[in-house]
Structure formats: C-alpha cells, structure tokens
C-alpha cells in the first residue's frame, strides 16, 4: 500500500511540474513579451509656431475607439505628446506584403516641449498638426 502512495505521489509531482514548466515557458517567451510592447510610430508635424516640419517620432500609451494618445521625441530636441485618430491602416485592409503591412496612416495634434533651462525665457513650447505614417512593432 506505501508503494502505490509513493508511485501516486510521483505521478502527481511530474504533472504539476510538467504545467509550471509549460506556464514558465509562456512567461519566460521572449517573442510573447515583445508582442506585448507598443509599437514605435513614424511621422511628421507641421509647427504652427515655427512653421517647418519636423520629423515625429513617438509609442502608443492609450487607444479608445481609434484616438490614440502617443508620448515621443519630436526631431528639434523636443519631448511631445501626441493625440491622434487612425483614419486609414493597409493591414486591415488585408495587405499582407512584408513592409507595406507596417503603414497606417493617423492624423492628429501635437504639443511639446524644449530646451529645459534655469529661466523661463530659454524655455521653448510648440504646438502644430501631426501625420503617423509607420507603426514599427518588434
């Protein structure tokens, strides 16, 4: 009768290292955890305060029925936050190309924020319209 117990208590200790082992493997996936990281969008913004474009370059904190807020680094040594809505994207228009699944095109606006310094006169705000043309996902 202890054999039987032994033998039962071994069949069950595997089993249940065999379900941490499989959770662990879920976990510990790295391609399952680089999924989960938001993707890196491409675009430019037109300053309504300087007047040229700049080069946009922001990641997706929230999206709500197709507005997304984006928080990222404008090419003018700027920290911007981005409010957007996705007015077209190829991948759900079924494109299945490589590198033309990546496109999606959102408009939307921007304000940021430069050149931090010790008085408020070297400080630079800017505000304009925005364009995100990629969305990079590793």
């Known amino acids: 009768m202890k054999k039987i117990f032994v033998i039962l208590g071994i069949c069950l200790a ?5 379900e941490v082992k499989s ?3 879920d976990t510990l996936s ?3 955890q680089l999924q989960k990281l938001p993707g890196l969008k491409q675009g430019i913004a037109f300053s309504l305060i300087e007047n040229e474009v700049n080069y946009l370059s922001t990641i997706e904190l929230a999206n709500y029925k197709g507005f997304t807020a984006e928080v990222g680094y404008s090419s003018k040594d700027k ?3 981005v409010v957007s ?3 077209l994207k190829l991948k759900d228009l079924g494109v299945t190309l ?3 699944n990546l496109i999606e095109f959102n408009l939307g606006i921007y304000g940021g924020y430069g050149r931090i310094g010790i008085s408020s006169e070297q400080n630079e705000a800017d505000y304009g319209l925005s364009a995100t043309l ?3 996902k590793f």
């Not at 595997?14 to 065999?18: P, T």
């Open 30 to 32: 790295i391609s399952k």
């Open 85 to 87: 809505y996705q007015i």
């Open 134 to 136: 990629i969305n990079v």
């Open 23 to 25: 959770a662990m493997a």
């Open 14 to 18: 595997l089993i249940g290292c065999r």
């Open 79 to 81: 920290i911007v936050g």
């Open 98 to 100: 490589p590198i033309l």
